[in-house]
């Protein structure tokens, strides 16, 4: 070891920065524990105002080494396993319920939080592990049968179907008389509490919380907690100020007769704040929690060390960022003063409702959660732009992938290059989750991931499905295009029409305001059910503003859901068909939700959709006898608009492509 | 007086009756307060095994007399209530809840049990009265509102929106501390006792249940107990055997560790045990209860005076006909031998729940409902069949509609000569609901009777909506059409083949196991919601055979519903529209669920609708620029077929004019 530390002392107090060698390091480590996005950002901001290049250097090797330190050796799944229930014995306890959610209940968890991948092995991004004394079992929904079954060790798990075998029936079954089957109460809802609560008393025994996780007790090697860089959401970006939005929702609470709000949910803080982090990959969160009070203030519970210079000004003097330490004390001071607090029950976990025993609880949905689904017009405009530069970024990959054609490209090299067009674009700062580059038979693996082992060449007669998408400062997108490589099939024409039938007849919709995406979900599935094909996912999602690329409340499913789509909402149209071991096909679009405006006649306000995705679909895929004229003159339109607004933003070569791609269907 | 008692005790005697005068007398009674159809059917074998004639006119002079009878006279609105509250007050009660519904929680609803009815005026088939000291409040849903604010007075009652002002927060309101509302435990549900009970609690009173009904002390000159003639249901009508039906479903019972279920619903127990009565108007049900054990017995809780001669042979040994009063103790002993029982929530009155504190109580839905629901070939076989003759008899009204044109025809002689024509049908036992027929403007009313008041004439350059059904011993019948009176407008036209083009996209669709009436519902829209129009009820019902033209649990409809649509259940397509003030649209056939068979390339179990309704659609309300290929095709098809099994069945005129009427769109 040469002076390095000596020299990072020194470069440190030179500029000003308030930590010394053992915090910066141990700060750097929590910036690399963070989404690979932080390192890309102007992170070494958090270390001084102004950090000269040499502490720039010096920061950058530092982390380079971290990042590329070994992983400390871990034991193996049994041992795992082994420590845990030893660590469980120690503490009286026999059982211990791990879930695949952190504290937040989100989609996006750090990898600190992997509790389930690290005991288990299953990386999916939903499931439950319960281990007792002599038998252990992992819970997965039908998407992630097969995952579980590579991933987890049948020696040590059984594996089950979330729904089909629930966990609660087989801990009624397990469970011996007696036994105490513990949780840690920041990791499930109330409503999974009372349920393996029942379960266990069912078996005669009992369930209890534990003040600390026995699991990460025992994690070797366990990732430091996340400390990615926080920034400003620009208004001009985010169309409102914090504090309007603060103002909003806090006179909203008060005229129900709330005193304060708890936020649990990264993404309504970020919504709520103008804040943008990078805790999580892909999606621009910073993991905290916040209190709003009726009067509009803050007290916002994050580690202040992540906050970049200029937020605290940014979030101004109603918003009080404190340590998260301090959040159980604030629940409880809001408690002993008998306050009426609003908690959304379906999110906030079972640990905030224990702190706030004595306060008057008002169950309700998060107040952030339908104005932050609702974009306002700033926010349209922005996605606007953002689809046009990523239409442009994925009309040049599908002129180079037609160029390369049937080469010996493969799945990775292809979503690399897609993943490198949009870097050139304005605004780019990461995707918006894992590109989905499948061809041939991976293409019907609905959530699938490239890898070396896994991945095939783009072979000439089979089909390319590639999802992807990006966070840019203005907007979140996701796209899916189907592509054929050399000559399709008469069946992958018909299958790719029906498909696109479905796409067309929920993008061309009208409907009255009040109707939920689950009734328009049908209008995507007929033109496939006519011939008795279908596909097992939803039609469509809700999507963020430079957020989560899955957000609700609503949806387009066959599920019941009773949220009214409403003017603004951004969701996905993303009908398919998928035929095992052969092909996949997806045809995907964002759309907004937009109101019609007066017409003669109407009785309804009307909404409609309008189309944000801008990209051309593969016309060679297309059976037009299968099309009606209605079906015809929506696909010449939409490619003429694609046309219009793509070819001036791409080069003279990807132009003549794309003019040929976006012909009429009749020329 | 002449001697007729004297007489009618010597006929009783000498034909083997077990009455005596007074007995018969209040038989008599009760089969006047059962429904008309009752009065039709063979009831005087309920007094003796083969009455002679003599017999025979005696109890028909007595019956006439007793339906002649004047109603006693009845306190005015202001004084029942002043009686309920003088009622209540003498009970130390302060408060009381008046639902509409009886202790079957079903839409049909004899006339002793129209309680909220008799209180308030208000006659519509759903809503609550909530009486308190000082305040009153009749609480209905939107379809009642203009009949609430014209039956119930004002100056006695707040009449409320039943969602938008929900009774429970009223009573939290309205309620003073220490207060006690008191309740029928007999006529609401577990769910609603529940939710009053908060209500009160917020305002610091409390709920509490009577062990008899206060309002039925009072209500002076109440009906008695409807005691309508129970007869079998015979097997080539059900397809199954009672006791086949009682041994499918006690197994069912018993694999689930189920000792016995409590059945509440009489479509049910009419299902159950292939029997049918007249109790109620237009539904052949037999009011009763019954518990049906895991080893397929049956105790059925019903006045055995209503059993027809045969009846207790029909039913068999395995079946015990005990008296309604012993239905507690009944309970009891289950509750007192702690058996395992299966009781409905939704449907099951609380008093139930009540009885059988003590038995080990499983929530499941009623065990009938589904098998009901999926008719066999034998009842699809015959509601084919009762749809032919009802479509002969419609086709005959609408031949003689169309000659008898623009005369001075009103709504009430249309109506009664259309139900002529069905009366002449085999099987023909009563109409299943009160015919629906409305010229102009009172078409634009959903549920539009009409009256001598309210009638209007069939005028030229008017629509004529006539929903209508009839109940056949082989199905149960309900259709609409909507028949131009001269010249339509090009308004009327335009929006007729919108609402045909919602009833074929239903009509006409197909779809996988396992999608629900929720999800198709849309399809019928869409074409109404393109120019801004909708109807505001729901696309489609359940039917039953030879039972409530209403039954569940399926149900197309916007409302979320998780009910798959399965083979063998019959449901309604009937899309609308209204235009208040001026006509309404409505086309309505009944469908049957089916599966389609065997396809090549599919790759799910396809269901589909066949269409058991038959009769011709006015073509010259279609305007064929508005329909496609496939919706003109599927309408030419559809009268081809009505004209091949209709013809037949009708005479000459009639043939001659449903040739014209069934002829292509392009002809």
């Known amino acids: 070891m040469h002076s390095g530390n000596a020299t990072l002392a020194g470069l440190l107090a030179r500029d ?361 017009i700033t926010e349209l405009d922005g996605t606007r732009r953002a689809h046009r530069r990523d239409g442009a970024a994925l009309t040049r990959f599908l002129a180079w992938l037609d160029e390369a054609g049937a080469g010996d490209l493969g799945e990775i090299a292809a979503s690399d290059r897609l993943e490198q067009f949009r870097r050139e674009g304005e605004h780019f700062r990461d995707l918006s989750f894992p590109t989905i580059s499948g061809a041939g038979a991976n293409g019907a693996i609905v959530h699938y991931r490239a890898s070396p082992q896994t991945e095939r060449q783009l072979a000439p007669g089979t089909l390319y499905l590639v999802d992807s998408g990006a966070q840019y400062l203005d907007g979140t997108t996701d796209v899916t295009r189907t592509v054929a490589i050399g000559t399709p099939s008469a069946e992958m024409r018909d299958r790719f029409t029906r498909v696109l039938k479905g796409h067309i007849a929920l993008a061309a919709c009208r409907f009255p305001l009040g109707t939920t995406g689950s009734q328009l979900d049908a209008l995507a599935r007929r033109a496939l059910w006519d011939v008795g094909l279908d596909y097992d996912h939803g039609t469509g999602h809700g999507v963020g503003s430079y957020l989560a690329v899955h957000e609700g409340p609503q949806r387009i499913s066959k599920l019941p859901n009773t949220q009214p789509l409403l003017p603004g909402m951004i969701v996905s149209d993303e009908p398919g068909y998928y035929k095992t071991g052969a092909y996949g096909i997806r045809i995907e679009n964002l759309v907004a939700v937009t109101p019609l405006g007066a017409g003669e006649g109407r009785e309804r306000e009307l909404l409609e959709f309008e189309v944000l995705t801008l990209a051309p679909i593969d016309r060679t895929l297309v059976e037009p006898a299968l099309l009606d004229d209605a079906e015809i003159a929506w696909l010449d339109a939409y490619h003429a608009r694609v046309f219009a607004e793509i070819a001036p933003l791409v080069d003279t070569a990807t132009r003549r492509w794309l003019e040929a791609a976006t012909q009429p269907l009749g020329a």
């Open 16 to 376: 000003g920065s308030p930590y010394d060698v053992a915090a910066a390091k141990v700060l750097v480590a929590g910036v690399v524990a963070a989404a690979p996005a932080a390192l890309e950002g102007d992170w070494m901001a958090l270390f001084a105002p102004t950090p000269s290049p040499e502490l720039r250097l010096a920061l950058q090797q530092l982390a380079a080494e971290l990042a590329a330190a070994p992983m400390p050796a871990s034991p193996g799944p049994g041992e795992r396993l082994a420590l845990l229930r030893a660590e469980l014995a120690r503490r009286g306890m026999h059982g211990f319920l791990v879930p695949r959610a952190d504290e937040h209940q989100g989609e996006y968890v750090p990898l600190c939080a992997q509790r389930l991948a690290w005991l288990t092995g299953f990386t999916g991004s939903a499931g439950l592990a319960v281990v007792l004394p002599e038998a252990a079992a992992v819970f997965v929904d039908g998407r992630y049968t097969l995952q579980a079954q590579a991933e987890v060790d049948a020696d040590l798990y059984v594996r089950c179907h979330l729904t089909e075998q629930p966990a609660s029936e087989w801990i009624a079954r397990t469970l011996r008389p007696g036994e105490v089957l513990a949780y840690d109460p920041r990791l499930h809802t109330i409503g999974e509490v009372e349920r393996y609560r029942a379960a266990a008393e069912t078996a005669g025994g009992s369930l209890a919380p534990l003040p600390d996780n026995p699991l990460d007790a025992v994690w070797v090697g366990r990732p430091p907690l996340p400390l990615g860089p926080v920034a400003p959401h620009e208004r001009r970006f985010a169309g409102l100020g914090a504090e309007e939005k603060r103002q909003m929702i806090a006179e909203r609470l008060a005229a129900e007769g709330v005193d304060a709000t708890v936020l649990t949910a990264p993404d309504s803080i970020a919504w709520l704040l103008n804040i943008r982090g990078t805790d999580v990959p892909h999606t621009p969160l910073a993991l905290a929690f916040a209190i709003l009070d009726r009067d509009g203030g803050v007290e916002l519970f994050i580690d202040r060390r992540k906050l970049l210079p200029g937020l605290a000004e940014h979030l101004g003097n109603r918003v009080r960022a404190v340590p998260p330490a301090s959040f159980g004390a604030a629940l409880q001071r809001l408690a002993g003063a008998h306050r009426r607090v609003q908690l959304d029950p379906v999110s906030a976990p079972a640990w905030v409702f224990d702190q706030l025993v004595g306060a008057e609880l008002r169950r309700a949905g998060d107040p952030c959660q339908l104005p932050k689904a609702c974009k306002n």
